[in-house]
């Protein structure tokens, strides 16, 4: 891994860790960590990032993201966050379904 990557993953994770609880958009992260993100790439490396530090056991929260923003919990708020989610695209597919019937 990268060392400029490592660093640009450890700004975000302790960006969020610093406003826990709080959801922050792609634009504030960007804005705040303007030494890592450019406007141009922001959503694409941000949403990269999320993807390694949630994969990497070496961090102790996991990040959550969806329409309100991007949040940073531990992991029964990430269950309920994700069990929440899975039950709203259940809920899209049956309309599909129902649609195509």
């Given at each position: 891994m990268n060392?400029?990557?490592k660093k640009?993953?450890?700004a975000l994770y302790s960006l969020l860790e610093s406003?826990?609880?709080k959801y922050?958009?792609?634009a504030e992260i960007a804005s705040a960590l303007s030494e890592y993100y450019s406007?141009?790439?922001a959503k694409r490396i941000i949403s990269a990032d999320i993807q390694?530090?949630?994969s990497n056991k070496s961090y102790s929260k996991i990040i959550v993201s969806g329409t309100k923003g991007i949040k940073l919990c531990h992991a029964e708020e990430a269950s309920a966050f994700i069990s929440d989610r899975w039950k709203e695209l259940l809920s899209k597919l049956n309309k599909i379904s129902k649609?195509?019937?």
């Amino acid at each position: 891994m990268n060392t400029i990557d490592k660093k640009r993953r450890d700004a975000l994770y302790s960006l969020l860790e610093s406003n826990t609880g709080k959801y922050i958009q792609q634009a504030e992260i960007a804005s705040a960590l303007s030494e890592y993100y450019s406007e141009a790439s922001a959503k694409r490396i941000i949403s990269a990032d999320i993807q390694q530090i949630n994969s990497n056991k070496s961090y102790s929260k996991i990040i959550v993201s969806g329409t309100k923003g991007i949040k940073l919990c531990h992991a029964e708020e990430a269950s309920a966050f994700i069990s929440d989610r899975w039950k709203e695209l259940l809920s899209k597919l049956n309309k599909i379904s129902k649609l195509y019937a």
